[in-house]
Structures are given as structure tokens and as C-alpha cells.
């Protein structure tokens, strides 16, 4: 790997520091000194040898993902994807497509956590994911409404046209055998946003 | 110009006079539940009974007809109280012929800390009893980007005390208990996408307490989980949003621990963090006062027959038009 060379762009994001190589990339989980070193440690060891597993297994149910070069304590080296952010060329037709691939990422039993369209680049003519930091494993409907619930908040924060990008998506998600079920379960989840006033009438 | 706020969806009851500079004063006569939690028709028992008193020890500090706005928070939070509070803000704006406005109380906190502390465009963490949300301004109007999918903050505060044998309000007997806490245990950690959920959490924890762990490590553990959680949604959200300021709102808002990690967490990012004095951190009527002076200064009134209580008030509802 090319050690010796400086990244392109470093990306203070919000869990991780992600540093862009000319081909590669890689994705550190730096200590956050907010938090007690116990709940530190568990944090970023977990989250990054999920992660790793997770892109790894999704590619294999058929999702678009990098390619792992390497994963050593709480960095992961990985394929640097060439594209552009969903979020600048967002279209009902790209939202349908990850309708398809969330689908796909269900069935197998993968909860993404955190489907937005800053998360996800357009390249050769595939969706990639390229962020995993929140993902786990889960069967249930649930977590499965929770992550679609996810996506549409995300739609509704950075598109006007929001609406006719959620039904887009919904039109790809059917294909998945639960996908009503869980199409309903994120509806009320959405309802439950307002629980907490909701819980305070007499 | 001179506004009057009441204040009155939950606990407390308190009556707050701003002008354009400065607090003028601020009333309080808090419910306090005898064991328990709050209950909403006893809250609103005590608001109606003590209402009254609170409005003329204000008139007794200051002429009714120098106030040019009366206002209320008009949600979101328990109808009983909120419907309170509506009435005698109501019967004040036609008594004293002023204005009224309604105001929402979330919005309440959040432009009473940018107020204060001179935040510009800040992620504003607002974190109390029942609400624990993430907000930021996108061009006319506020949005929360995240929030809790179950509980707020504060109730799980509270419900953790309750548990360990502690008196409401828990919050600051937790903080306390844990600033001798030694020993940190694993709690589950809940954060999806933007939104978190701290339920899971509470029970955990109360199992810890059950199996003989001290109240101290208890309470150090359950603030170091949550609180990280927090700080992790608030710092996501100025990444995505580019922001560089953090403002923090709301009665949990008081918390020392929470400040610091707060603080920490901007420092290490190069952002600045705010947050208003304590004692306009929990629910207050100077910041339901100031939010309608602002208001009134930009054209808002409340008509009579719109000034029903609603108590699902979501910040994103309303329109912002001033800077």
C-alpha cells in the first residue's frame, strides 16, 4: 500500500476520520475523548470489525461495496469508489435502485443504520454503499422499519421532492418477500417520533 | 417593548417579563410530586391553583401597562397543564387589551439560547423530561434530524432514580451519585442513524442495581452511555450539516458531565459549543417571552379562536422568518 503518500481529502465525519487516497481509503475510528475509555474501547473495536464484516458480506448478496484491503485494530483500508454523492444527482430512479439494494441488504439480514444519501456514490453505473459504521445484524421488522425509517427522514431534511423519492424507493423495496410488513412498521415508527407528545395528553 | 411569557406544559409553572435587552424577571412555582412521577391532572390541579398568586406577585414588580405582548407556550406538552396556562394568558390579553401569541416551546428554548449565548446557526441539542432531539435551521424552518425513538433523557433520568429508592427530580441525584462512581459497566448502546433510544438502557441498568451494584456506578454508568450517545448524534449531525456550533438546551441541559462532554467533543472538532445560564436552561416563562417579542417584532399574532392548546406543537410546524 502507499504508505508514504498524503491523503487527497481527510473527512472529519461524525464517528470516524476518513482519509482519501488516490485508490484507497482508509476509515479510522479515533479515540473520542468525550467518552469514558471503557465504553471508547468497546466502541470503535466492535463497530469495526462489524463493519469490515458487514461490507464484506453484502457484496456477496449482491449490494455494491469497496473492496477490503485490510483491517488492523480500529482502521480499515478499503477500495476508494470514483463516483458521485447520491445526494447531488438524487433522481426517483436512483432512489428506486436503493429501494432494490436496501431490499437486498434485508433479506440478509442486514440492518444498515444509517441510510442516507451522503452515505451512498453513483459510480459506473452502480449505487455503492460505502458507509457501514452503524450496521449490525438483525432479523426482525423492527430494525428493519427503523433503518427505512432512517432513509425517508434523511429524503425529507435534504429534498423538497421528497415524497416522490420515498414512493420511489418503496416501489424498489416491494421486491422483497416481508416488504409490506415492514414498509408498515416504518410508518409507525414514524408516528412514534411524536410519541413523546403524544404520551403527554390527559 | 416589554413581553410577558407563561410558562406551563409540564412541572413547572413560572412567569417570565423580557424586553429586548435582558430578563426582567422570571416567576416560579413549580409542581412537585409527592412520590412518583408527574401526574398530569394533579400538575394541572396545582397550575390552576396557584396561577393566581404567580400573576400578581409579577403585577406587584411591575405595571401591567407597560407590557405590550402576552404570551404562552401553547405546546408541545400535557393538555391539563397547557390548557392552564392558555386561559389565563388568554384572560390577560383581554383584560390588559395586549396581544397574545402562542408560542411553541421548543422553539422556546432553542431561540432563548441563541439569545444568550449568541450562537449563530448552531445543531442544537435539546435534551428534557420528555424531549431529546437534535435540531438545526434549514432556510424558513427548524428540523429535528434526530430524536428519541422511545423516551426522553430526562424521564429515563428519572425513572432510573425512582428505581434506586431517589425522589424526582432524579436528575441531579444521579448526577451527584455518579461523580463517585468508579467502575464502568457495559449498558446497551443505541444509536440508529441519527435517532437513539434510551428504554433499553433504563432497564439494564435497574437489573444492575438489582444484582448489588453500587448506586454510584450505577449512575456513572447510565450518564457515561447516555450521555456519549448525545454527544455522538449531535457531533454526526455537524458533520453532515457543516456546522461549527453546538448549542445546548433543556432542563437535562444543567448537567455538568454532559456539559464537559459536550464541551470535549467540540473542542476536539474545532467547533463552538454554547449553552445558556442554568437558569434558563429548564422550562421557563422569560424564554416563552422573549420568543413572542421576537415573534410579535416580525408580524405573529395569535387570534383568539387559534390560541387552543396543542399539545403535538412540532418545532418543524413553524414558520421562521426572522434571522
Not at chain 2, 438502557?201 to 452511555?225: H, P, R, W, Y
Request: proline content about 4%; glycine content about 8%; charged content about 30%.
Amino acid at each position: 500500500m502507499l504508505q508514504n503518500s498524503k491523503p487527497e481529502r481527510i473527512y472529519l465525519g461524525g464517528e470516524a476520520e476518513v482519509r482519501i487516497y488516490s485508490d484507497f481509503v482508509e476509515k479510522i475510528r479515533k479515540k473520542k475523548n468525550y467518552r469514558v475509555s471503557d465504553l471508547d474501547k468497546i466502541l470503535r473495536e466492535s463497530r469495526t470489525r462489524t463493519e469490515a464484516r458487514i461490507i464484506s458480506a453484502a457484496r456477496r448478496n449482491g449490494v455494491p461495496t469497496p473492496i477490503i484491503f485490510d483491517v488492523q485494530g480500529e482502521k480499515i483500508v478499503m477500495e476508494r469508489i470514483k463516483g458521485e454523492p447520491l445526494r447531488e444527482i438524487m433522481n426517483t430512479e436512483l432512489s428506486r435502485k436503493l429501494g432494490e439494494l436496501v431490499a437486498k441488504l434485508h433479506e440478509a439480514r442486514i440492518i444498515h443504520g444509517d441510510i442516507t444519501p451522503m452515505n451512498l456514490i453513483y459510480s459506473k453505473g452502480m449505487i455503492f454503499f460505502i458507509d457501514f459504521g452503524l450496521s449490525f445484524y438483525d432479523e426482525r421488522i423492527e430494525s428493519k422499519g427503523v433503518d427505512l425509517h432512517i432513509y425517508f427522514e434523511s429524503l425529507k431534511a435534504y429534498f423538497d421532492n421528497w415524497e416522490e423519492l420515498k414512493e420511489a424507493f418503496i416501489s424498489g423495496y416491494k421486491s422483497y418477500e416481508k416488504g409490506g410488513e415492514v414498509l408498515k412498521r416504518a410508518e409507525e415508527i414514524d408516528a412514534r417520533g411524536r410519541y413523546v407528545e403524544r404520551r403527554m395528553r390527559d | 417593548m416589554i413581553s410577558l411569557g407563561i410558562e406551563g406544559t409540564a412541572w413547572s409553572l413560572s412567569i417570565g417579563v423580557v424586553d429586548e435587552k435582558e430578563v426582567l424577571l422570571v416567576e416560579n412555582d413549580p409542581y412537585i410530586p409527592k412520590e412518583g412521577g408527574i401526574h398530569p391532572r394533579e400538575a394541572a390541579q396545582h397550575h390552576s391553583e396557584r396561577i393566581g398568586k404567580l400573576v400578581k406577585s409579577v403585577f406587584s414588580k411591575i405595571e401591567p401597562d407597560k407590557i405590550d405582548v402576552i404570551s404562552f407556550s401553547q405546546g408541545p406538552g400535557m393538555g391539563p397543564c397547557l390548557r392552564i396556562v392558555a386561559t389565563a394568558a388568554r384572560v390577560l390579553s383581554l383584560k390588559l387589551e395586549k396581544p397574545l401569541i402562542g408560542v411553541n416551546h421548543c422553539l422556546a428554548h432553542l431561540e432563548v439560547g441563541r439569545w444568550k449565548t449568541g450562537a449563530k446557526n448552531p445543531v442544537t441539542l435539546y435534551v428534557s423530561g420528555g424531549n431529546s432531539q437534535v435540531i438545526a435551521r434549514r432556510g424558513k424552518r427548524y428540523r429535528v434530524f434526530g430524536e428519541t425513538l422511545d423516551i426522553g433523557i430526562g424521564n429515563a433520568l428519572d425513572k432510573l432514580a425512582r428505581h434506586m429508592g431517589l425522589k424526582h427530580p432524579g436528575g441531579p441525584k444521579i448526577e451527584k451519585l455518579a461523580r463517585n462512581g468508579k467502575r464502568y459497566y457495559e449498558l446497551p448502546y443505541v444509536v440508529k442513524g441519527m435517532d437513539f433510544s434510551f428504554s433499553g438502557m433504563v432497564t439494564a441498568a435497574q437489573k444492575l442495581f438489582d444484582n448489588g451494584i453500587s448506586k454510584e456506578d450505577v449512575a456513572f454508568s447510565f450518564q457515561e452511555t447516555a450521555f456519549a450517545m448525545l454527544a455522538e448524534v449531535s457531533e454526526r449531525a455537524m458533520a453532515y450539516l457543516d456546522r461549527d456550533e453546538l448549542l445546548l438546551v433543556g432542563g437535562v441541559g444543567a448537567n455538568s458531565r454532559l456539559k464537559e462532554m459536550l464541551e470535549v467533543m467540540c473542542k476536539d472538532r474545532k467547533a463552538r459549543f454554547y449553552s445558556p445560564p442554568t437558569e434558563l436552561m429548564g422550562d421557563n416563562g422569560a424564554m416563552i417571552a422573549y420568543l413572542s417579542l421576537l415573534m410579535f417584532k416580525h408580524g405573529y399574532v395569535t387570534e383568539l379562536k387559534d390560541s387552543t392548546v396543542k399539545p403535538d406543537f412540532r418545532i418543524e410546524e413553524v414558520d421562521v422568518s426572522w434571522e
